[in-house]
């Protein structure tokens, strides 16, 4: 009775870990789709980070350019209002707020971008963390399923030697 037992733990023994191997490998290779998938997503940020970093240097450049015209025209309209009193500082003072609110403007949205581009990269390292973790697991859990084979081929082989060995035990 004894060898039967033991025979039977050994059955199942192999088949839990030829289970295990076989749910190993199935969840090893959604893994590899999943890694696959956010290697793209991760190629595709980093594609969409490039064009907001370069949205963005191109923003500040518009707006240095904008600042440095704007700081040479503020002197202009001081002529005016020499030459024309009453019409010339009305034309400086209009054309002095527009520059000022536009400039105001452009700095707020050069702002927003630089936060935008800020999150991006945030986001974008901590996709590459995600995708390291999800890479370190996969690879442990490969070698679990080799574990898991191992064993499956022990456990197996083992049944089938104390099977063929106590077979002659039990027909006495």
């Known amino acids: 009775m004894k060898k039967r037992i033991i025979l039977l733990i050994t059955i199942l023994l192999a088949a839990i870990s ?9 969840e090893i290779i959604l893994g590899h789709l999943k890694i696959a998938d956010g290697q793209k997503q991760l190629a595709d ?11 963005l240097a191109s923003g500040n450049k518009r707006l240095s350019r904008a600042k440095n015209s704007y700081s040479k025209f ?10 024309l009193p009453v019409a010339g500082q009305i034309i400086a003072l209009t054309g002095d707020k527009i520059a ?34 999800g890479t370190d697991k996969l690879a442990l859990a490969n070698k679990i399923r080799i574990a898991c084979g191992i064993t499956a ?18 027909r006495k």
């Open 18 to 26: 030829i289970a295990g191997y076989l749910f190993l490998t199935k």
């Open 45 to 55: 940020g980093e594609q969409t980070l490039e064009r907001g970093e370069a949205k």
């Open 74 to 83: 503020k002197t202009v309209p001081f002529y005016a209002v020499a030459a």
């Open 100 to 133: 000022g609110q536009k400039i105001a403007e452009g700095n707020r949205l050069v702002a927003q971008g630089a936060n935008k581009v800020k999150a991006g990269e945030d986001r974008l390292a901590e996709g590459k963390l995600q995708l390291a973790q």
């Open 153 to 170: 081929i022990f456990f197996s082989l083992l049944s089938f030697a104390l099977g063929f060995y106590w077979r002659r035990s039990w």
